[in-house]
């Protein structure tokens, strides 16, 4: 297995630790982008405080294992993402976001952000916004798994998706092994979140990626005997499109980037986050070339 160690960010006095994209592993399925936020515990400051900022080509997957994040967004959608709550943003052709603490908070906050890249025929589509409570379960030998999108072990969780690909948590018991059945057409990572454990002889650090080529029928996880490990499973169908990133937008060109740029300092496209109090950001100059995002590029 492939490992990827993680990259601190400063988002704005909170440091998050980014697997995805990264020189080694760009990618995996749709999969275009990770951050890990926490474990981290905190007083009266809210942890997180993001100003509205925009997005196109992608969904953002908003996924808690504690604490409480605070959606808002252009089309006046306002929800708070908890554990087993999905928060799932297409952002299409355009929307704008802010992220917050809310003000009734727990004082805790450890969260999965990642992005999924929207396939051609689908990339211009309409924005909206999607809350998901009823996240289903699975039972495995060795521990259990809830499956946040796509499908883990014959199990389905209903939602918008536009390519092949899955996510699930999977809690493997202290001491245990778990095999885990993979669809053979899809690559897939491992993360294990919290907890260490090993795979096929190989040690799974905390906060680290292990990706999984394509062709596997499935993987075997073992959690060490001082305690659980918690594993963040993703997988898609390898993405057959060359994408460029450039800060919180995903498209195929230089000139769609620059486009989005005029239209969120403008004031055009996007529509504003109303019910955020403060400033937006702004987006930073155009200078560096984007970056392509899977190696087709
Ligand atoms: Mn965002």
Redesign the pocket.
Known sequence: MQSVAPRAVDLGGLTVRRLLPRSARRMIGPWCFLDLVGPLSFTSAAAMDVPP?P?IGIQ?VTWLLEGEMLHKDSLGSEAVARPGVLNLMTSGRGIA?S?ETPADHSGRLHAVQLWVALPEAHRDREPVFDEYRDRPAVELPGGRATVILGELAQTHAVGRTFSPMMAAEVTIDAGAEVVLPLSRAFEHGLVPLIGMGTSEGQTLETDSLYYLEPGRDAVAVRAMASGPVRVLLLGGAPFGESILMWW?FVARTTDEITAARDDWQAHRRFGEVERYAGARLEAPPFLARPVPANPMS
């Open positions: 900022h997005h953002t976001h992220e919180n």
